[in-house]
Antibody, heavy 115, light 107 residues
Framework: QAQLQESGPGLVRPSETLSLVCTVS?????????WGWIRQPPGKGLEWIGN???????NYNPSLKSRVTITLDTSRNQFSLRVTSVTAEDTAVYYC????????WGQGTLVTVSS | DIQLTQSPSFLSASVGDRVTITCRASQDISNYFAWYQQKPGKAPKLLIYATSNLQSGVPSRFSGSGSGTEFTLTISSLQPEDFATYYCQQVDSYPRTFGPGTKVDIK
């Protein structure tokens, strides 16, 4: 079982870039699993953002694709999320997870977009 | 994108009840399907993967079934700790999508 922990600023200004890091322990990123990001606006449902494989191959939700980048740092056993040009609609709890089936999740981090 | 609909969206039930939640997909997704439980302020927890496989540590009162476009989550005897919101998810194609959720409340 892997332990995942999201970290990053809790407040981002509109039009700026949201950056989060997921630190993984207990499991190597160089594995048969992909590593993903999911978000949940306050009081709403889950939205899949994208994922990355250990090869560096990425898949993104088309609704966000032009603004999202997911990268991998195997030396630190971390993967990262960047969302550019944020608006209030990007306010959400952001989760990182292991595998398409979400075998393990981080606790989530609330990111608020506000001036 | 594959759209998922869940029914009911809200369910009121008593401890000991048998509960069934249904998720329908807009197209065939084979068995690439999962169920999650989420409690307030917590991350979702995987219950069932690949339609019917019970995740390690999940009580056996939870079971999943289905194929094609219709899937079900059954709780054979509802326990106090099962009151939560349940989400379905397809991982057959990109983008991965989730259902809107079913909230199970105490009757």
């Amino acid at each position: 079982q892997a332990q995942l922990q999201e970290s990053g600023p809790g407040l981002v200004r509109p039009s700026e870039t949201l950056s989060l890091v997921c630190t993984v322990s207990g499991h190597s990123l160089n594995s048969n699993y992909n590593w993903g990001w999911i978000r949940q606006p306050p009081g709403k449902g889950l939205e899949w953002i994208g994922n990355i494989y250990d090869t560096g191959e990425t898949n993104y939700n088309p609704s966000l694709k032009s603004r999202v980048t997911i990268t991998l740092d195997t030396s630190r056993n971390q993967f990262s999320l960047r969302v550019t040009s944020v608006t209030a609609e990007d306010t959400a709890v952001y989760y990182c997870a292991r595998g398409d089936y979400g075998f393990d999740w981080g606790q989530g981090t609330l990111v608020t977009v506000s001036s | 994108d594959i759209q998922l609909t869940q029914s009911p969206s809200f369910l009121s039930a008593s401890v000991g009840d048998r509960v069934t939640i249904t998720c329908r997909a807009s197209q065939d997704i084979s068995n690439y399907f999962a169920w999650y439980q989420q409690k307030p302020g917590k991350a979702p927890k995987l219950l069932i993967y690949a339609t019917s496989n019970l995740q390690s540590g999940v009580p056996s009162r939870f079971s999943g079934s289905g194929s094609g476009t219709e899937f079900t989550l059954t709780i054979s005897s509802l326990q106090p700790e099962d009151f939560a919101t349940y989400y379905c998810q397809q991982v057959d194609s990109y983008p991965r999508t989730f259902g809107p959720g079913t909230k199970v409340d105490i009757k």
